[in-house]
């Protein structure tokens, strides 16, 4: 079993920043990732960052967002920066077991006015 507790969402202004962190606790795992959901749409998958440190990001956030993890503190972050409107979603922490189970943390909305 993992558990993840989001925080950090909120309403900022487009070109604005925020960060997302993410804690994670009980089971080891090997993949921790972003995804977000904006209204009518399919979740989509942010960015993901695998134990080793490699990380993987989707086109509409590179050069915008950075994950990172704190393995010490088992932790996870998103650095958002320049959000821009179509950011706007609820996002939510991922956290993949080595034996291949994803866990979801509650969720946590960023809106990103214009």
């Known amino acids: 079993q993992v558990q993840l507790v989001e925080s950090g969402g909120g309403l900022v202004q487009a070109g604005g920043c925020l960060r997302l962190s993410c804690a994670a606790s009980g089971s080891i795992v090997s993949i921790m990732g972003w995804y977000r959901q904006a209204p009518g749409k399919q979740r989509e998958l942010v960015a993901r960052?695998?134990?080793?440190?490699?990380?993987d990001y989707a086109d509409s956030v590179k050069g915008r967002f950075t994950i990172s993890r704190e393995n010490a503190k088992n932790m996870l972050y998103l650095q958002m920066n320049s959000l821009k409107t179509e950011d706007t979603a609820v996002y939510y922490c991922?956290?993949?077991?080595?034996?291949?189970?994803?866990?979801w943390g509650q969720g946590t909305q960023v809106t990103v006015s214009s």
């Open positions: 991922s956290a993949d077991t080595h034996a291949g189970i994803r866990y």
């Open positions: 960052i695998i134990s080793g440190g490699s990380t």
